[in-house]
Antibody, heavy 117, light 107 residues
Framework: VQVGESGGGIVQPGQSLTLSCSAS????????MHWIRQAPGQGLDWVAH???????VYADAVKGRFTISRDNAKNTLYLQLNSLKSEDTAIYYC????????????WGQGVMVTVSS | DVQMTQSPFNLAASPGESVSINCKASKSISKYLAWYQQKPGKTIKLLIYDGSTLQSGIPSRFSGSRSGTDFTLTIRRLEPEDFGLYYCQQHNEYPFTFGSGTKLEIK
């Protein structure tokens, strides 16, 4: 099982960015997937979840600005980040949920998003 | 939201010793608590889920227990590779929330 993120970078406040997470080694379509972030020197914050049936749930801090989606044919998870704020600066991790559960059994290495003018 | 209060913030121990890390939920989360290990340059590793179930491949010196809303991660006979950051996470309800972390250092 492997998951790996890409698409991070430096953007100005108000701009947009799309993160991708490529998955391999398991039946991607059967698993819920999550994005979790970690601000510099801080702890972990759950961001969003997409179920195997494409249901989505977001943390209040990102609701209405971020969109989680998946392409099962490409074994890829996405996170569209709009209206970025300085407080969104963090390492963003994608993680897999085990069947019918909400703990994260496999994590990617993470990708850095910096929002700065 | 469920608040997870994790303690201690820092912990220093020697190889071979045993340590415990605690996590208290602000309300009932049943047994649904996970523990993770974070080390520089490595992916975050799931250690325990459902309060006390050991993830596949994790050494048996790691164990988890629960008393009501209080959860404990115990590491027996510390190995050098056990030093790092540890987080708890409640996986009972949205939004999933983490403790603030415990840094386990070599004494």
């Amino acid at each position: 099982v492997q998951v790996g993120e890409s698409g991070g970078g430096i953007v100005q406040p108000g701009q947009s960015l799309t993160l991708s997470c490529s998955a391999s080694g398991f039946m991607f379509s059967n698993h819920g997937m999550h994005w979790i972030r970690q601000a510099p020197g801080q702890g972990l914050d759950w961001v969003a979840h997409i179920s195997s049936s494409d249901g989505t749930v977001y943390a209040d801090a990102v609701k209405g600005r971020f969109t989680i989606s998946r392409d099962n044919a490409k074994n890829t998870l996405y996170l569209q980040l709009n209206s970025l704020k300085s407080e969104d600066t963090a390492i963003y991790y994608c993680a897999r949920s085990d069947y019918a559960s909400y703990y994260f059994d496999y994590w990617g290495q993470g990708v850095m998003v910096t929002v700065s003018s | 939201d469920v608040q997870m209060t994790q303690s201690p913030f820092n912990l220093a121990a020697s190889p071979g010793e045993s340590v415990s890390i605690n996590c208290k939920a602000s309300k009932s989360i049943s047994k649904y608590l996970a523990w993770y290990q974070q080390k520089p340059g490595k992916t975050i590793k799931l250690l325990i889920y459902d309060g006390s179930t050991l993830q596949s491949g994790i050494p048996s010196r790691f164990s988890g227990s629960r008393s009501g809303t209080d959860f404990t991660l115990t590491i027996r006979r510390l190995e050098p590779e056990d030093f790092g950051l540890y987080y708890c996470q409640q996986h009972n309800e949205y939004p999933f929330t983490f403790g603030s972390g415990t840094k386990l250092e070599i004494k």
